[in-house]
């Protein structure tokens, strides 16, 4: 048996590796510009979707919180633990489900235990902060939310969940300030 191969055959195939293979500078740039625009989309919805988890992350921790509370509460004969400055109450932390402090969800921001005198009744002002600015802080050191609500915050403004009385971001401004209730209906009220 005998192969014949035809050589105008491979004639033919040679012919088309002739062209060059690769991208011109346009087409890269033009592929480049393409990525570049598509990765923006892409960052700023993991950016939005990023913030929206530090929301839900702090709504979930103060509910917890105020469920550990509770439970203190009830086992002290209702009794509410003192003010603590940047922190949770001493004891507190026994009747959380982890054990331990969680750290706030926001970067740099901290929880904070307010039990204050209301100035206009006399009534406490029990509620669990979120604040974003160190304690007498300049603005410019803070780190606020990037988040609708958080816009307009100033040094005292906080995310704060209301346990009882008028709450507020902070007991040195008024009701007011710029500040976000967790668990009310508006953004500076209580429930």
């Known amino acids: 048996m005998v192969l014949n191969f035809n050589r105008n055959k491979i004639k033919v195939f040679r012919q088309v590796s002739k062209f060059k293979k690769g991208f011109t500078i346009l087409e890269l740039l033009i592929v480049i510009g393409i990525i570049g625009y598509l990765s923006s ?9 990023r913030d929206k988890a530090y929301t839900a992350r702090g709504q979930k ?22 003010d603590v400055s940047r922190g949770l109450p001493p004891g507190l932390e026994n009747y959380l489900p982890t054990g331990k402090w969680p750290d706030a969800p926001w970067p740099g921001s901290v929880y904070d235990w307010d039990v204050w005198d209301d100035p206009q009744s006399s009534t406490d002002i029990v509620q669990v902060s979120v604040r974003f600015c160190p ?14 609500w958080a816009s307009g915050f100033g040094v005292d403004s906080s ?5 009882q009385g008028t709450c507020r971001s902070h007991i040195n401004q008024p009701v007011t300030y710029p500040g976000k209730c967790a668990n009310c209906s508006g953004t500076s009220t209580s429930p």
């Open 159 to 163: 995310y704060y969940y209301c346990i």
């Open 61 to 82: 921790e103060l509910n917890t919180i105020y469920q550990a509370l509770q439970m203190y509460m009830s086992d002290r004969g209702g009794r509410i633990p003192p």
């Open 41 to 49: 989309i892409v960052l700023t919805n993991t950016q939005s979707a």
């Open 135 to 148: 304690a007498g802080g300049d603005i410019a050191t803070c780190n606020f939310p990037k988040e609708s």
